[in-house]
């Protein structure tokens, strides 16, 4: 007799714990890289230092921690990359609120 496990059960607690620390340090890594390129871009092309660099990638952080699933304020964010024509894609509302849900 075959038995069906759903996925969820297959993995355990402390691997999924695991995976979404993997996840995290990788998410972290991916910003800090972002951060570098930003800082020496705007030094490039505006002559920012150190402290503006600095002052500017801890207000982003902030804001990223402050409201990681907050879709209203993405959607403002997103509202006004177009008003900049920047052309970004706009956020996943709804896995957003999926993922705030489940927390």
Known sequence: MKARIPPRQQISNQSLKAVDEYIQEESHNMSRRLFKLVAVALNELYGFGAKRNLELSQRVGNLIIEHQDDEIFWQHV????????????????????????RR
């Open 78 to 101: 997103d509202q006004r990359c177009d008003q900049m024509k920047l052309g970004y894609e706009h956020e996943d509302y709804e896995r957003m609120e999926k993922r705030r849900e």
